[in-house]
């Protein structure tokens, strides 16, 4: 019973999903979604990649958590429409939050609209949110074994980002093995290996990021519109 | 239609989670559930736990993962009765699984069983497992804002562990705020902070579990049986 009433809400949420996808079509927004677990510092990456730009980029977030707006406000400060999505219990984001939410923060492209999960390695990836590329970042304190079991979500991302790399000093964590896990369960996944504290390997993330805009080929979805 | 399914199976976990605490009662199990993100270090407080007591106590684990028996492996070097749980990409456990494991484990008490859920702090909250007490662990890399952005644990955990305190020097954590966030969501819940590398903290742990089984005064269930 519970397994077909999950069928049912997912294929709702694909029917919306496919909706979103061709409305980022015709406004030419690349629409990217990070999912992580709570603290793997997706808020630090969004305020680091925010500051990269200025107001004059076309950018716009949607962040979701259970409760709080602590994240809309730390992100807001940049300049660029920022909407805090509160779940109040979901664990995930779905297709009819963004819509809704997308509908009343008006951005209507062209430009990136960056959505930030609720805080969870496993709930978050069966939704699809219409986006170009699901982005998974894993921090380095976390352990290097998470891709084999959280692998839902390493399969189905795009790019895998390891955070806090300034960590990597006190911790013992082996980039390489868990880069090599993440592609026994998805072996086109990519990687980048960066720290939003020091700001180390950030320029090959905003060059991947503008990267997938040349490849959408809708050049009006371009950060810089 | 979702939220009846939701209430109906939430009932029946009730259900069967009152059975649960009725044979812990009956055999004088201690059952402690604890719940975190991923990577949070449960398994390596598990360990350090277990590395403190002789197989002649009586102690077992249950260990619960979305793929991998990764962690029953870690687990079990230290001479106790160990089972992983797979769910297979259920977010949480539930108290199905862990009569149904229970049983294949073998373990009757007296003693002290614990669960280790799987790495996720919004969903594992709402399945009552009959514990004696709902732990929930924070690593200090995952900022203190987290009680208040994921309440729901909070508010039901008995002890909030502050864990990888040796990280403290190379981040920026206050764990008064930390504990000020969760006191808000709960001013009940106790509070332990320790880092199961350096074992700092670590005597207080176990004296607050060895506390735990006086509290339920059931002799028998004393770790020491």
């Known amino acids: 019973m519970r397994e077909i009433v999950e069928k049912r809400v997912l294929s709702?949420?694909?029917?919306?999903?496919?909706?979103?996808?061709?409305?980022y079509h015709k406004q030419n927004i690349l629409c990217v979604n990070f999912i992580s677990s709570p603290g793997s510092g997706k808020t630090a990456l969004l305020e680091r990649t925010l500051a990269s730009y200025t107001p004059a980029h076309s950018i716009a977030v949607l962040t979701g958590d259970i409760q709080t707006d602590n994240d809309a406000r730390r992100?807001?400060?940049y300049g660029f429409p920022v909407r805090q999505i509160v779940t109040g219990g979901t664990c995930h984001l779905d297709a009819r939050?963004?819509?809704r939410h997308l509908n009343e923060l008006g951005f209507c492209g062209p430009g990136v609209l960056l959505i930030e999960n609720v805080g969870n390695l496993v709930c978050p990836?069966?939704?699809?949110?219409?986006?170009?590329?699901?982005?998974?970042?894993?921090?380095?304190t976390e352990g290097e074994d998470k891709p084999l079991k959280y692998p839902g979500i390493f399969h189905r991302?795009?790019?895998?980002?390891?955070t806090k790399t300034d960590l990597l000093p006190h911790v013992e964590f082996d980039p390489d093995l868990a880069l090599e896990n993440a592609r026994k369960v998805?072996?086109?996944?990519?990687?980048?290996a960066l720290s939003s504290r020091t700001g180390d390997g950030f320029d090959v993330w905003l060059h991947w990021l503008n990267a997938l805009r040349h490849k959408?080929?809708?050049?009006?979805?371009?950060?810089?519109?």
Chains 1, 2 share one sequence.
Do not use: C, T, W
Request: aromatic letters at 4%; hydrophobic letters at 50%.
């Open 12 to 23: 709702e949420n694909d029917r919306l999903a496919a909706g979103l996808r061709l409305r």
């Open 75 to 77: 992100l807001s400060q």
């Open 97 to 99: 939050m963004v819509e």
């Open 125 to 140: 990836s069966s939704y699809d949110l219409g986006e170009a590329a699901k982005i998974v970042l894993l921090s380095v």
């Open 157 to 162: 991302a795009a790019l895998m980002i390891l």
């Open 186 to 192: 998805n072996p086109e996944i990519e990687y980048i």
């Open 216 to 225: 959408a080929q809708h050049p009006a979805a371009a950060i810089n519109s």
